[in-house]
């Protein structure tokens, strides 16, 4: 089983909720081992084996995915097609495991892209990586197909160079290069090559620039993203003053609607005219949430509890500090109409 981490920036707010294993998770029956200098075939390959036993990825291919260069390769016990490429034999070391199934690549990226891992997963399609791929940004996977031969690459989150946006296109060629040694062909017609998902690009992107921020930190600001939610993004200042601004909607939405709206759940709760259809603030105005149709939008402003971040935040505070951050949730709900 996986589980599902429904998170946003709120203080304490995160949510595991356990969802069942997806269809890259199952186990092909075994067949015999396919040559990575074989002749293309328009039928499955039958794989034997995973990447490290057939020698179709090596150290010097992952340089630059982990922190940490790769030394080693242990199996997962009860999965022969996967391997684990290893950093270290201290605990924590980084480390990142590859599978590769044969005859599971369509039904799975397929099982994405009609919507019906949308309850479970977040994802975004991945373009240029085999005939489909797709990008689970929250579990920071990817898993991709070609000639139905699935490819699914999964870094240790903590020790993964998350910090590269990049990382998706790295990991993705990782599969690509797997494609590439077994001599896949491609199909007629590659999918997935328009960007699509069901993960919202977050509000930094586009919508909410830094000079949006000038009169809530009154310092020069750089813009982050989040490793957690890739909904969520902040603009920070050096002092440790940061603005961070979280999206969500449909069914994710409406639970977190439910949740910070329900003062049982969060303490005291202010209602805050004139943003969306209804929006509510925290004491002290650090905190809104508001709400437009399906869209939910959250703004929290850390810093206020640090004598640095004080230095450069606006003085005000309560409602008239909850105006200024619901007004930039007022600005997300307009620019996406």
């Given amino acids: 089983m996986r589980q599902r981490i429904f998170c946003h920036t709120w203080p304490g707010l995160c949510v595991a909720v356990l969802i069942g294993t997806l269809p890259a998770c199952s186990q092909s ?9 074989g002749k293309p075939s328009a039928a499955t390959p039958k794989i034997s084996g995973n990447v490290c036993d057939l020698k179709l990825l090596s150290a010097a291919d992952l340089v630059g995915v982990l922190d940490q260069p790769v030394n080693g390769t242990k199996s997962l016990p009860g999965d022969a097609q996967t391997c684990i490429f290893t950093s270290g034999t201290e605990p924590g070391a980084p480390q990142l495991s590859v599978s590769l199934r044969a005859g599971l690549g369509r039904a799975t990226i397929a099982s994405f892209t009609s919507g019906h891992m949308d309850e479970y997963s977040k994802w975004q399609t991945l373009a240029g990586v085999g005939d489909g791929a797709v990008w689970l940004p929250q579990l920071h996977e990817v898993q991709a197909q070609q000639n139905d031969v699935l490819c699914n690459v999964h870094p240790d989150v903590a020790s993964a160079a998350l910090g590269h946006p990049p990382v998706q296109q790295k990991l993705g060629a990782l599969c690509n290069t797997i494609f590439t040694r077994l001599n896949l062909p491609h199909a007629a017609a590659a999918i997935g090559t328009t960007p699509k998902g069901n993960v919202l690009d977050d509000a930094c992107a586009k919508d909410i620039a830094p000079a949006d921020v000038a009169d809530i930190v009154i310092a020069p600001v750089v813009r982050q993203g989040s490793k957690l939610n890739p909904q969520s993004c902040s603009y920070h200042a050096a002092a440790g003053a940061t603005v961070t601004i979280s999206l969500s909607q449909g069914e994710d939405g409406k639970t977190f609607w439910d949740m910070m709206s329900n003062p049982a ?29 399906d869209l939910v939008c959250s703004v929290d402003i850390t810093g206020t509890d640090n004598a640095d971040g004080m230095q450069v935040i606006t003085k005000a505070r ?3 500090l909850a105006k200024k951050l619901g007004a930039l949730c007022g600005k997300v709900f307009a620019a996406r109409g």
Avoid: Y
Wanted: glycine letters at 18%; charged letters at 15%.
């Fill in 265 to 293: 759940n969060v303490g005291t709760l202010s209602p805050l005219a004139g943003i969306g259809d209804s929006a509510l603030h925290a004491r002290g105005g650090t905190q809104v949430i508001a709400r437009k149709g």
């Fill in 29 to 37: 029956t075994p067949g015999t081992a396919t040559a990575a200098t």
């Fill in 318 to 320: 309560d409602e008239e």
